[in-house]
C-alpha cells in the first residue's frame, strides 16, 4: 500500500449514461430490469461488472451499516445513499467497462460534513459479504469510516491500495483491496464536477 495523498477524487460511469446513477434508488422490479441488461453488456464483453441477484440486498445492507457508522464519527449525510467516487484515479476501475467515463472532483470541492471514505471499497469494508456468499477478510482498516478531514491520517496509517489492472473473471470472489473509496452523501456534489 502507498501512502501519497491524492488531491481529487473520481467519480467513474459507462458511456451513454449519466453519472451519479444509484441503483440504491431503484425499485426491486426496475432493478431487475435493469441487472438484466447490465448482465447482458457483461455477456457481451462490454463490461466486467458482475451483479448477482442480491447484488441489490448486499448494497441496501451496506449503505444503511456505512451512514450508521458515518453518523456516529459526526457526519451529516443528506441522503439515505451516497454518490460513490475512487480517491484519486484507479486502472482497475476504469477497466471495468469499455469507454468508461470520469467525473473528477478537488478533495477541497467536497463537504467536509457530508463526506466519508473507506479502505477498500465499502461493500468490502463493511464486512456483509459473508452473508452473501463472499469472501470477508479482517483487515484493521475494515469496517472504518473516515470523515474527510481524517483522510490525511487514515492513508498515514494504513497507505492507499495498490491500483493495478487485473483479470476481473471472478473478481467478486477474490481478496478487493484495489482503491479507497470516497461517498459523498450530499446532491451539492452533482454541481462541482471538472
Known amino acids: 500500500m502507498s501512502s501519497a495523498l491524492p488531491d481529487y477524487v473520481t467519480h467513474y460511469y459507462v458511456a451513454g449514461r449519466p ?18 441488461e447490465l448482465d447482458a453488456e457483461r455477456f457481451a464483453g462490454r463490461s466486467s461488472r458482475v451483479f448477482g441477484r442480491r447484488y441489490l440486498e448486499l448494497r441496501r445492507a451496506t449503505e444503511a451499516k456505512l451512514r450508521d457508522q458515518f453518523i ?4 451529516e449525510p443528506e441522503r439515505t445513499s ?40 465499502s461493500m468490502t469494508s463493511m464486512g456483509l459479504g459473508g452473508e ?14 473516515f470523515r474527510l478531514s481524517e483522510i490525511p491520517e487514515a492513508l498515514e496509517e494504513f497507505g492507499l491500495p495498490e491500483d493495478e489492472p487485473g483479470d476481473y473473471a471472478g473478481y467478486q470472489h477474490r481478496s478487493f483491496e484495489r482503491y479507497a473509496e470516497v461517498q ?11
Open 19 to 36: 453519472p451519479f446513477l444509484s441503483v440504491s434508488e431503484l425499485t426491486d422490479p426496475e432493478w431487475e430490469a435493469i441487472r438484466r
Open 72 to 75: 456516529a464519527v459526526g457526519g
Open 82 to 121: 451516497p454518490h460513490y467516487f475512487v480517491l484519486g484515479s484507479s486502472t482497475w476501475f476504469r477497466g471495468l467497462a469499455h469507454g468508461m467515463r470520469e467525473v473528477t472532483v478537488p478533495l477541497t470541492g467536497l463537504p467536509d460534513r457530508a463526506t466519508s471514505m473507506t479502505i477498500p471499497d
Open 132 to 145: 452473501f456468499g463472499l469472501p470477508v477478510e479482517n483487515r484493521p482498516h475494515h469496517g472504518r469510516v
Open 184 to 194: 459523498v452523501w450530499s446532491d451539492v456534489i452533482l454541481h462541482i464536477g471538472t
